[in-house]
């Protein structure tokens, strides 16, 4: 197992069958599995099938949130943009750890008015 910690102030969420910011950061942290021709090289110990993920351990006090609504269609050779149906919130919860855990669950919805650490006032 690897790992490497990264400090962040933004995340670019894909908007695309999404129908909120939740839902955006659940599809952010679901594992991608890296095996057939895509198997990770573990250098001495040769290709490897492995996950590969992303898990958000703390956030920042301030977070910059990209709604990636431009996509770029590889037949045509342009961008086209996402124009489906997202739902914004005044307030959002982003505790760490608890977006998406492996069996699809997590408690997404509960916003602590005590936790102002992980609870964001969202601008536009």
């Known amino acids: 197992e690897s790992s490497r910690d990264e400090a962040f102030y933004e995340v670019h969420v894909c908007v695309r069958d999404c ?6 950061m659940d599809k952010e942290v679901l ?5 057939g021709d ?3 090289d573990a250098e001495s110990h040769g290709k490897q099938p492995a996950d590969k993920g992303t898990e958000f351990k703390k956030f920042p006090p301030v977070l910059f949130i ?3 609504r431009f996509e770029f269609n590889f037949a045509t050779e ?4 996402v124009n489906s149906r997202y739902e914004f ?3 959002i919860s982003m ?12 408690s997404r919805h509960c916003l602590d008015p005590d936790d102002t650490e992980n609870n964001y006032l969202l601008f536009a």
Do not use: C, V, W
């Open 19 to 24: 129908a909120n910011i939740y839902e955006s």
């Open 31 to 35: 594992p991608e599995r890296l095996d």
């Open 38 to 40: 895509n198997k990770y």
């Open 66 to 68: 990209h709604l990636k």
């Open 78 to 81: 342009m961008q086209i943009k």
């Open 89 to 91: 919130y005044d307030e």
């Open 95 to 106: 505790k760490p750890g608890i977006m998406l855990t492996p069996d699809g669950q997590g």
